[in-house]
């Protein structure tokens, strides 16, 4: 199916001149959901994978699926303050301003090859944090998977040395 | 196997007196995250639910796994301002202070029936504020779902009116 016609266009949100994609819309579908979700699991199912990081929340989503299917755990990073035992931080820009991402200290355990999940990259500030959190823990990042990726935004620039998989595109943002 | 083995608690956060029980030490592991789920399917599965609302962020977690496996779609329910499209909202008061959630006005139909998850209750606040949201919007809430309860803190008052189903509890709360 596709995908992207599941996925609800939002001109002007946050702020003027963005056209926000919502992903609700996929979730609320079914077929679109699972379909989304299959396509991860078959892609990692045989790598070997040890955990799944998930991003703050609609990572949560397709991450703790993707986590469940394939066996292992499912680790949060999540903006700050949100997490009550020790941390390691990262902040960053991100298209509407300025934030801070944590994961706990002993989330992930040295040379563990994770898959680090989100629903969306678009100037890819937050995914950039991510990927230096999992490997400040001596995590591998083995993969950065999204739903949907705005290529125009350029959000692979911040983890140019990661593989990247997004499952569909919108162009023109 | 005993998944509250696999809770780790934190006394005096987010404020002393309080005991945090943090499960993210269950979702990171994989046993117990895989069992947590499936005790939720196991009893959903022969239902007829049509929906799965699970409660931002952590809920997101474990609804979103009982959704891909009964094969229905996923809302989520969100802190105020995080949602793109239209919405309706609910204020409550929690633990720690105030707060608001939001649905999207779309997102379920008159007469879904839904399951409502979330990772815990402890003063209920925010599932009865959940639950309202859900009927505002015509749906019935066929039970709400918890992997912990701490029933010292009577939670349950505030969904009087609904089913309620925890795995398991931690009690001197």
């Known amino acids: 199916m596709d995908l992207k016609k599941t996925i609800r266009s939002i001109p002007g949100w946050p702020i003027e001149g963005v056209i926000f994609r919502d992903l609700t819309t996929l979730m609320q579908d079914p077929e679109a959901f699972r379909e989304s979700c299959d396509i991860f699991y078959e892609r990692y ?30 680790v949060p990073v999540r903006k700050k303050g949100k997490l009550p035992y020790k941390t390691i931080q990262e902040s960053y820009s991100l298209e509407y301003g300025d934030d801070t991402l944590e994961i706990h200290e002993d989330a992930l355990e040295k040379d563990d090859k994770v898959i680090i999940v989100d629903d969306l990259i678009a100037t890819g500030g937050t995914i950039g944090a ?15 998977a999204f739903v949907i990726e705005l290529p125009d935004l350029n959000g692979r ?3 140019e040395d990661c593989d990247v998989f997004s499952i569909s595109e919108f162009e023109g943002d």
């Open 157 to 159: 620039q911040h983890i």
């Open 45 to 74: 199912k045989n790598k070997d994978i040890d955990k799944i990081v998930g991003i703050d929340a609609r990572g949560f989503v397709f991450g703790a699926v993707l986590a469940y299917k394939l066996g292992i755990g499912f």
């Open 130 to 144: 991510t990927v230096k959190l999992v490997r400040k823990l001596g995590a591998v990042v083995m993969e950065c």
